[in-house]
């Protein structure tokens, strides 16, 4: 493999430059020969353009705790959080089963989530706690065409220690419902499990 020092004053060279792409990634400057795109015709293509697209928008849609807790399974690896999250979603969205938002990082979560939508404009949950003290929050993520969309609803702090869990004025249609326990408050988590996610009916 080549290594070629540059001087400092090409150091903040982007976009492209001849045949090559010039840019900075995780803090080095990197060069890339020069790829035109080529737009994907057959269905299968666009299929898969898509739903890269549609993942793309729910990752920027999910907080920064949420966001933060793929970084540790980047150390080591030439990838991003970004690239992790849609390494992992974008056949589940093609598919139309949950994602999984987060892979967790470090955190032991919860096992054995079920859902009642009887009674209208709420679902009660029900799931087996693996360590006490958890704070458990809930993401709903609306489903259109049977497939998850980027409208993301974020429930924090929802678990006080008694279950069922009763979650109310929701719309009726169908949703993606994803559970993930936290060590502390949502917004001041460090720690998070890695998601459990259903597909439910609210009427």
């Not at 009642?116 to 458990?136: C, K, M, Q, R, Y």
């Not at 929050?137 to 609306?142: N, S």
């Not at 326990?181 to 998601?195: I, L, P, W």
Request: with cysteine; aromatic share 8%; proline share 5%.
């Amino acid at each position: 493999m080549a290594k070629v020092t540059l001087d400092p004053m090409f150091s903040g060279l982007s976009n492209r430059i001849g045949n090559f792409v010039h840019a900075k990634w995780k803090g080095m400057q990197v060069v890339k020969p020069y790829k035109p795109n080529r737009v994907a015709s057959t269905a299968a293509q666009v299929e898969v353009r898509n739903s890269f697209r549609a993942s793309a928008a729910v990752w920027k849609k999910l907080p920064a705790v949420i966001q933060k807790s793929w970084h540790p399974w980047t150390v080591g690896k030439a990838v991003t959080e970004f690239n992790l999250f849609i390494a992992e979603n974008v056949k589940r969205q093609m598919s139309g089963v949950p994602y999984i938002i987060t892979k967790g990082n470090g955190l032991d979560g919860i096992n054995g989530l079920t859902a009642d939508t009887s009674a209208p404009g709420e679902v009660s949950l029900n799931f087996n706690i693996v360590s006490e003290g958890l704070n458990l929050t809930v993401i709903l993520q609306k489903i259109s065409d049977g497939a998850g969309i980027p409208a993301i609803e974020i429930r924090p702090d929802v678990f006080t220690g008694t279950k069922p869990v009763r979650l109310k004025c929701l719309t009726a249609g169908e949703y993606f419902l994803y559970c993930i326990a936290t060590d502390r408050v949502f917004a001041e988590s460090g720690a998070v499990s890695e998601s459990s996610g259903i597909r439910i009916t609210v009427a």
